[in-house]
């Protein structure tokens, strides 16, 4: 039993891996957006903590003419006071 979930562990670990090894340009995800369930949504990701949101759900800071996307107002704020 303890090496079927052993094994479990290594795979889903081992996927986790290689997923977030593709290129973050062109992400999309699946959802409901504008067009109704199911329709592709572009994500951005958040230079702080590194994960992936909608980016119609992003916390916007523009930054030097950039805009920059984040997951919440801790992470913008944390980039805020980096730079």
């Known amino acids: ?5 052993l094994g479990a562990l290594v795979a889903a670990s081992t996927w986790l891996v290689l ?6 340009s062109g992400k999309t995800g699946q ?5 109704g369930p ?12 590194h994960t992936y949101i909608p980016k ?3 916390v916007v ?3 030097g003419g950039t805009e920059h996307y984040f997951c919440s107002d801790r992470c913008a704020e ?3 006071d980096s730079g």
């Open 56 to 58: 119609d759900t992003a």
């Open 1 to 5: 039993m303890r090496a079927l979930i």
């Open 19 to 24: 997923r977030s090894l593709r290129p973050a």
């Open 61 to 63: 800071l523009r930054h």
């Open 38 to 49: 199911g329709a592709k949504v572009p994500l951005v990701q958040d230079p702080v903590c």
């Open 78 to 80: 944390a980039f805020r």
């Open 31 to 35: 959802g409901a957006g504008k067009d």
